[in-house]
């Protein structure tokens, strides 16, 4: 429990870096220093409409070492290091970070001294032997940075919010930076409400939510430390996978700053970065289009020609599920999808619709509800009215409204396997739909429409065209290969004639 930590623990302060080089043991930890405990919470924001904000009670607030300012933390349970290197306890523990308080900083607090209750392990973390000692490596190249005053730091900046872990010499090319996803102000009389000694601030609390942090950062106007130039591809995996896009705590009197001034700032201060900067950053993405989908796609509903979608890999619960894996078998193995194909080129439209995935009265209308409640402005008079809809019956209504929720076809341009949706998706196939509606990442402005091809043609065109690359494979090519593709596709118990191969 947050209350129950105590200086010496190593508290987890930043999780999920996207890294290139690795992320080290005790990455992401830091040992506290010290801890208050504020038991009156008056200076939170009277009549706020924020859960944890209404809800707080007692807030523990920890100064941990290598961290630019002290963290509010948010309430309830947080990870702490079992094991700690050794070397490393004995570095930081005679180089402290903060200097010695006498006093809490902190309105309402007291100072945590002494074991807590209902803790298993009152004596912090065991600490283990390093590995054998050899002569460290030099230093490895970090990300370039540059310093500006906290209250200038901005939404999506990568704030440094670990300076050091020890060793240093193994610190990683941009470990301990993390971006920032919210940003307040405190100034004047309101810094008294929350700090005993308001010199403490040197005129201006800057408050900020950081991607890893579970709790509120709270920096006085000093210099901090920002990166030149992120890695764009951390970057768009931190946007599109916030951690916490709002306070963890609101504060009477916090104000927000206009992020088109501080963007106006930033870019009088902010140097070029190095031309060897981007090299440090070698792709995660083993195509262009790969990556260009990451960087610059999109999340949400747009149009997609069934043809483009896979077919299914595994319906659950279906009730020709026997005949998929009958069909499977005479497949070599990681063909599914091609053998749920060819299922459906047998199913006739009494088999489809006795499936009770298929009931609906009209999934053409559906689709087409699903895409016009996507195209309106997100919360406008227009997509309210278009959720109604009104036009579909009690039953359809039901199937819309799980396309534009939880139940969507879910499927990222360039997937092999649709997330979610196989049912839904064999469904609007079944009813002749051939342009679908589909949840998933994909490119803005890409038309993914064309080419629009009858479900029955694409799925007998699938199976056609694997029998005729397989055959190609194990025969030459020529004139008896595509005869036999053709016989192979039209006739499953031919297939068994054919040699092995996986």
Not at 231 to 259: C, I, K, Q, V
Not at 349 to 376: K, T
Request: contains cysteine; hydrophobic residues 40%.
């Amino acid at each position: 429990m947050s209350t129950a930590l105590r200086p010496g623990d190593y508290l987890q302060i930043a999780s999920e870096r996207m890294a290139v080089d690795g992320v080290p043991d005790g990455e992401g930890f830091a040992r506290i220093e010290r801890v208050e405990i504020i038991s009156d919470t008056s200076f939170l924001a009277a009549g706020s409409a924020h859960v944890r904000t209404r809800a707080a009670r007692k807030i523990a607030v920890v100064f941990c070492h290598g961290m630019p300012g002290p963290v509010m933390l948010r309430e309830g349970d947080h990870w702490t290091l079992g094991e700690v290197d050794s070397d490393r306890a004995c570095r930081d523990s005679a180089h402290p970070w903060w200097p010695e308080m006498a006093e809490p900083l902190f309105t309402g607090s007291r100072l945590a001294d002494g074991p807590p209750r209902f803790r298993s392990n009152v004596q912090g973390p065991d600490l283990v032997t390093p590995a054998a000692s050899q002569e460290p490596p030099p230093p490895r190249q970090r990300a370039a940075a540059f310093d500006k005053p906290a209250h200038m730091v901005m939404v999506g900046d990568y704030l440094q919010i670990h300076a050091l872990r020890y060793p240093e010499w193994d610190m990683r090319i941009d470990e301990g930076f993390h971006r920032v996803e919210w940003i307040g102000h405190l100034t004047g009389d309101a810094l008294g409400g929350v700090l005993n000694d308001p010199s403490w601030a040197r005129g201006r609390l800057t408050l900020a939510s950081v991607h890893g942090l579970s709790g509120l950062l709270v920096l006085p106007e000093v210099p901090v430390t920002v990166l030149i130039q992120p890695n764009p591809e951390r970057r768009r995996s931190d946007e599109d996978e916030a951690w916490h896009e709002d306070p963890f705590y609101e504060l009477a009197g916090a104000t927000e700053p206009d992020l088109a001034e501080q963007l106006h700032a930033d870019a009088g201060l902010r140097p070029e970065p190095p031309e060897s900067e981007a090299a440090l950053y070698p792709s995660r993405f083993s195509s262009p289009a790969q990556r260009a989908l990451h960087l610059d796609g999109v999340t949400g509903i747009r149009p997609v020609a069934a043809s483009q979608l896979p077919w299914p890999h595994g319906l659950f619960k279906c009730p020709y599920g026997e005949r998929a894996k009958t069909l499977a078998a005479t497949y070599p193995k990681g063909h599914n999808k091609t053998a749920h194909a060819e299922l459906f080129t047998q199913l006739g439209d009494q088999d489809f619709a006795s499936c009770p995935y298929h009931q609906a009265d009209d999934w053409r209308a559906i689709a087409e509800a699903v895409l016009a409640f996507s195209r309106a402005d997100p919360d406008s008079e227009e997509q309210d009215r278009l959720y109604e809809a009104a036009h579909l019956s009690d039953r359809d209504r039901a199937w819309f409204r799980s396309l534009i929720g939880g139940g969507h076809i879910w499927w990222d341009t360039g997937q092999q396997n649709l997330t979610n949706g196989q049912h839904r998706l064999c469904a609007l196939r079944a009813a002749g739909v051939e342009v679908i509606p589909v949840y998933g990442r994909h490119l803005p402005d890409h038309d993914e429409t064309m080419p629009s091809q009858d479900a029955q043609t694409h799925a007998r065109r699938t199976v056609e065209d694997f029998w005729s690359a397989h055959v190609t494979t194990v025969l030459k090519p020529g004139l008896l290969s595509i005869r036999l593709a053709r016989l192979l596709a039209r006739y499953p118990r031919l297939r068994a004639l054919l040699p092995k191969r996986e």
